[in-house]
């Protein structure tokens, strides 16, 4: 198996899962299906091998790079060397543990120059995923409820622009990646931490562009209506009142 050439970094919230997906379902194939053929490549008696997962959905096990620094984050090194100590069960386990760390530290060095809410995107999707580790076990993946009261919502699902005007839909901390509402869902709100929900009203900070329960902030749509240029509590301490 000949490693996969990387043909340009993935930039976008969207590539970069993507790309944490195919190389995560190469991952899985080596540990489930190939396993097999994983388990006896992965001689104790060769060099130290690194188990690689590649854009396209393929795995390989071979040497490290020998660039230095190398083009991507290293995975777990001499993976090979502790296959005869352990039960294969455990062995695997530990592989798919270490292998869960690499696809993330792949991730996050790809994710670097995103801003803080498209890495909060980010990490939210690929939680959204059994790690290796999960799959490998065969552990369920609990799905984390938002933290979020559902008990009382207010008739409108709409927030506030910066030129105070109301939105019916939500909008982005990056207008770039606001195209479609599902972005919208991991916004979290900067006072409880809970996440948008379509049928709640929500109001942004003209000043920190944080977004805010109309409830946490005890803000209405019609309150919302009459402000010209919001601060949320936070904003409105530092700045002191006008």
């Known amino acids: 198996m000949e490693m996969a050439a990387i043909s340009s970094s993935p930039r976008t919230v969207e590539e970069i899962f993507k790309d944490y997906s195919a190389r995560r379902s190469g991952i899985v194939r080596a540990l489930t299906y190939d396993v097999d053929e994983f388990y006896a490549t992965c001689d104790p008696e060769k060099e130290n091998l690194c188990l ?100 009382n919502k207010s008739r409108s699902s709409t927030k506030r622009s910066n030129d105070g005007q109301v939105k019916s ?13 599902d972005e919208h869902g991991e916004t979290l709100c900067g006072s409880c931490g809970g996440n948008y929900s379509g049928d709640e009203f929500w109001i942004g900070c003209d000043i920190c562009e944080r977004w805010y329960h109309g409830k946490c902030v005890k803000i209405t749509p019609a309150k919302a209506e009459s402000i010209k240029q919001y601060k949320c509590p936070s904003c409105s301490t530092k700045k002191g009142r006008p």
């Open 52 to 151: 690689y997962g590649h854009p396209n959905e393929t795995w390989e096990v071979t040497l490290p790079a020998e660039e230095v620094p190398p083009e991507l984050p290293e995975p777990a090194l001499g993976i090979n060397f502790a296959r005869d100590g352990m039960q294969r069960r455990d062995w695997l386990s530990l592989v798919a543990v270490h292998t869960d760390s690499w696809l993330l530290a792949v991730a996050f060095y790809f994710g670097a120059r995103l801003n803080r809410n498209e890495r909060k995107r980010l990490f939210s999707l690929i939680n959204d995923l059994p790690t290796v580790f999960e799959v490998v076990t065969e552990r369920k993946h609990v799905k984390d409820k938002p933290n979020v009261d559902n008990g």
């Open 169 to 181: 839909t939500p909008r982005a901390y990056d207008e770039s990646y606001a195209e479609d509402e």
